[in-house]
Each structure stands twice: as structure tokens, then as C-alpha cells.
């Protein structure tokens, strides 16, 4: 599903909810949750064979191995997963907005860089390209760089090799 651009899924949206709220949704949640998925796989996937056999050793049960062991361990492959998840969402958000603008659905940020291109309107174009990107540095800035930080801190997996901040 994630080599499939979620744009592709903006004509069956409308056909299936209209020019709504829900097709919108329907092509962010399209886009974003394979990414998801795949980086909460891939933690899984990184964490080392001796984490289960220890836990067998110490008597977890497999819900106890799961909860305490594999999801903590496999956080870092999942917080990518939703910084990946986020960016899919984003562009699916933009394009879908291109698109499918009318009926029940607000102006948004994609249906004004529409607006612009509409009217020829070169500096609202341009106006919306910035904001989109100010968007979505700011949120990767805000939100997701400073939990990457913690979790690679917590772990010992600095980038910077500096474990004590």
C-alpha cells in the first residue's frame, strides 16, 4: 500500500462519501497508515532475539513480554513510522484538498493553493508553498525531532555520541 500514492484514492473517496469531511480523511488515513505500520514492524523487527529469550527466562508471559518488551523496544521504528505517517499525511491532505474542494468541505490550505493557481495569483502560491513547508518544519521541529531525541538518548543511541543531554 505505501508505493501507492494516496492521490490515487481521491476519485474513489468522492465516490464512496461525496465532497465531504470523509474523503479527506479517508485519503490521509490511506496514506499515513501503512507508514505506521511499517516502522512499528521494523522496531519490531530490529529488536534482538536475546530480549525474548530473556523475558521467557524470567517467567513474562507473552503479554507481559509484548507490553514490556517488544512495544518499548520497538518505539524508535514506530516514532519514524509516524514522522513518515505525518509527512504521507500532509502531502495526501494537500493533494486531496487539489482536488476534491466543494460541498460540505472547508477552505483549506491545499483548495487556497488551488485558489491561487486559479486566479493566476503568483504570490498566493508562493504565500501557500511557504506556509505549507513552515508547517511542516515546524511540526517536525515541535513535535517529532525532540521524542527522536528522548528515545534515542533514553536507549543510548545518541547521534551525537554525547549520552548526557
Do not use: C
Not at 36 to 47: K, S
Not at 126 to 154: H, N, Q, S
Amino acid at each position: 500500500m505505501q508505493v501507492l500514492p494516496s492521490i490515487a484514492w481521491v476519485p474513489a473517496a468522492i465516490i464512496l462519501f461525496g465532497l465531504s469531511d470523509a474523503t479527506i480523511y479517508t485519503v490521509l488515513l490511506l496514506g499515513a497508515i501503512p507508514s505506521i505500520i511499517n516502522g512499528l514492524l521494523a522496531g519490531i523487527d530490529m529488536i534482538p532475539a536475546q530480549y525474548k529469550a530473556l523475558s521467557k527466562v524470567l517467567g513474562a508471559s507473552k503479554w507481559e513480554h509484548v507490553m514490556h518488551i517488544e512495544l518499548p523496544a520497538a518505539m524508535p521504528g514506530y516514532v519514524a513510522g509516524l514522522r513518515q505517517g505525518w509527512a504521507f499525511a500532509w502531502r495526501s491532505l494537500m493533494a486531496a484538498e487539489l482536488i476534491a474542494v466543494g460541498g460540505s468541505l472547508a477552505l483549506g490550505v491545499g483548495s487556497l493553493l488551488r485558489r491561487g493557481r486559479d486566479l493566476a495569483d503568483l504570490p498566493l502560491v508562493m504565500l501557500v508553498i511557504l506556509t505549507i513547508l513552515l508547517v511542516g518544519v515546524l511540526i517536525e521541529l515541535v513535535f517529532f525531532a525532540p521524542i527522536e531525541r528522548k528515545l534515542l538518548r533514553d536507549r543510548g543511541m545518541s547521534r551525537t555520541g554525547d549520552n548526557n543531554g
